[in-house]
């Protein structure tokens, strides 16, 4: 048997529910499937979204294997650490709570870790939570890895959403977590692309949406250090 190197885990998690995990997750890992990565989707979250994006279609529009590995509490870690050795790329899609065994068991293997949020108060007042929640993951595995804010469902066109983005990215409390500038609007072909079990890449006049999950893809490969695509 050839040996393959160590995939990479990107955790993406968030104490809140509804900031855009698993739409993050699923575009993610669809784009890096399409680009010709082995990829697997795991959904730690007991509400089983990713698994029903994955499986729309009978899955033969998603380029990405699913993992339910909510059930696994604690023992996440050790199972992660079995898949990576046999995909590249595992993007874990976490329940809606910092305090989930899951989350902190991928955090503790991580190479990557996103947090998803929408920018309205109530949606980052959790912040605080998830950043320190990846500090502790960080000291407690021993070892840096890139911590990065995904602002999702972002309108543009808003003020006060434009003023909370700002206002996250000079907060001077976690200066090592920036938001990526590789923003995910609001667009209606990140939702819709769910029941095609797809990702944005199938959908016609999505145009705008591919342009932004593909910069986000380009931003995830510099950030874990390998090619944006694996056949080239
Ligand atoms: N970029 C986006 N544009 C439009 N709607 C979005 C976007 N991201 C997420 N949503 C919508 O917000 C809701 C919550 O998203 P979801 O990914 O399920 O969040 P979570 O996994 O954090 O609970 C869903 O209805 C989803 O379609
Ligand atoms: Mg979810």
């Known amino acids: 048997m050839s040996s393959k190197p160590m995939g990479k885990i990107i955790t993406v998690f968030n104490q809140k529910g509804g900031v855009g ?20 989707v795991a959904d730690l979250d007991a509400q089983q979204t990713s698994a029903s994006w994955l ?11 699913l993992w339910s590995g909510f059930r696994y509490k604690d023992s996440t ?3 992660l650490g079995k898949l990576a050795s046999k995909y ?14 899951g989350t902190w068991a991928s ?4 190479d990557l870790a996103l947090i998803p949020t929408k920018l309205s108060p109530a949606d980052t007042d959790a912040l605080p939570a998830a950043l320190a929640l990846a500090k502790k993951a960080l000291l407690t595995a021993g070892r840096e890895y890139p911590v990065r804010i995904v602002p999702t469902a972002f309108r543009r066109n808003r003020a006060d959403e434009k003023a909370a983005l ?13 938001p990526l500038s590789q923003v995910l609007s609001d667009r209606v072909a990140f939702t819709r692309s769910m029941l095609y079990g797809a ?5 016609p006049n999505a145009k705008d949406a591919i342009t932004e999950i593909d910069a986000l893809g380009d931003a995830v490969a510099k950030l874990l ?3 944006a695509n694996k056949r080239t």
């Not at 590249?88 to 065994?101: G, H, S, Y």
């Not at 700002?166 to 920036?178: L, T, V």
């Open 225 to 227: 250090k390998i090619p």
């Open 107 to 110: 955090l503790l293997v991580s």
């Open 77 to 79: 870690a050790v199972e």
């Open 199 to 203: 990702t944005v890449h199938s959908m």
């Open 21 to 40: 995990k698993t739409t993050t997750t699923c575009q993610l890992a669809g784009t890096f499937g399409h680009r010709g990565y082995d990829v697997m």
């Open 55 to 65: 499986s729309r279609a009978d899955g033969a529009n998603f380029p990405a294997t």
């Open 166 to 178: 700002d206002a996250i990215a000079q907060d001077k409390n976690y200066p090592n977590f920036p």
């Open 88 to 101: 590249d790329l595992i993007f874990v899609d976490c329940a809606p709570a910092v305090d989930q065994p």
